[in-house]
């Protein structure tokens, strides 16, 4: 694996949960996989699971890592080519990017999406302008679109939960949020689905918020929350803002919040989501403190997937 910012980058997804399954078991059974090597974790954006997860997977695989606050703490970079920075930006990628590639032996970035240029944002221009320049393996720690460290932990909490001799019933369902939020976590979770294509993969959301279709298709839309419910083995519950018009609030209808009584037509469904979760807006108490909710398992899962990540960019097969 040379880079790892979708699912594109994964031969065999079966594979890599495999391997995230065994590490789960035996942490540091490969231990000495990683000594001498340094992961640098770029964050031009918060983070709590991404940031943790992702250091205790690498320090299990033997490796030093340092954590870098872009955001707060470095000079405030350029991404665009010939640009004349009389701005605010500082240092161009360009020039930043390849001390990085000297320092470190992977990469690990985190960009959100401007949500107000939809062009560069959906042409992951950051990341990209990371790759072309550092010269070494580039880790997605979630992009402008998407979140495939987040992704491959959906799939491995499904695998590990799901032990009927069926294909599962997968729901995406649009939750409201007080702010116009990125769609890369539901982006991220349709492209997943898909590519494994082990599960009937079903999402619902309100008029106008579409996703790309490049991500979802393979999947049934139904524009109707609780039918689409019905029968569902997993519920994954997620906000997202407009893509078409993009990065608005078109809907904020409390009514589409996940409650318990919209579990009743469920198969008792696990339920899902990247956290952090805005309990009573998105998801109710009621959900979140039942036995129904994954979110703890599924977070807890972030290590053995980036650990298995991490020990492909190492190059161990
Ligand atoms: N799910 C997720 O990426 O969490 P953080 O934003 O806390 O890293």
Redesign the pocket.
């Known amino acids: 694996m040379k880079n790892f910012i979708s699912v594109a980058d994964v031969d065999n997804i079966d594979a890599l949960v495999a391997k995230a399954l065994a590490f789960k078991k035996e942490a540091l059974k490969s231990q000495t996989l990683g000594a001498g090597k340094r992961l640098g974790l770029l964050f031009l954006n918060?983070?709590?699971?991404?940031?943790l997860s992702t250091q205790i997977a690498a320090e299990n695989l033997g490796m030093k890592v340092i954590v870098f606050n872009v955001g707060q703490d470095g000079w405030a970079l350029e991404f665009e080519d010939e640009a004349i920075m009389s701005g605010n930006t500082v240092e161009h990628v360009k020039d930043a990017a390849p001390i990085l590639g000297k320092y470190f032996d992977v990469l690990g970035i985190?960009t959100f999406p401007s949500l107000q240029n939809k062009v560069d944002d959906y042409s992951e221009l950051y990341i990209q302008q990371f790759m072309k320049y550092a010269g070494i393996p580039v880790l997605s720690?979630?992009s402008a679109t998407l979140?495939p460290?987040?992704s491959l932990t959906d799939i491995i909490t499904i695998q590990e939960t799901f032990r009927e001799q069926r294909r599962p019933r997968i729901v995406l369902t649009w939750a409201p949020h007080v702010k116009a939020l990125p769609q890369c976590?539901a982006n991220s979770f349709a492209q997943w689905v898909n590519a494994w294509g082990k599960a009937d993969f079903v999402i619902t959301h309100p008029e106008d918020y579409e996703l790309d279709e490049k991500f979802t298709q393979g999947a049934t839309y139904e524009p109707n929350q609780d039918k689409a419910l019905q029968g569902a083995d997993f519920v994954y519950v997620k906000n997202w803002s407009t893509y078409t018009d993009y990065g608005r609030i078109y809907n904020n209808d409390p009514a589409w919040m996940l409650t318990a009584k919209k579990l009743e037509p469920t198969n008792n469904a696990r339920v899902m989501h990247?956290?952090?979760v805005r309990r009573n807006v998105e998801l109710s108490d009621a959900i979140l403190d039942s036995a129904n909710s994954i979110v703890t398992q599924q977070?807890s899962n972030?290590v053995w997937a980036a650990q298995a990540v991490i020990s492909e960019l190492l190059g161990n097969k």
């Open positions: 918060p983070s709590m699971r991404t940031r985190r720690l979630e979140h460290l987040q976590v990247c956290l952090p977070a972030r």
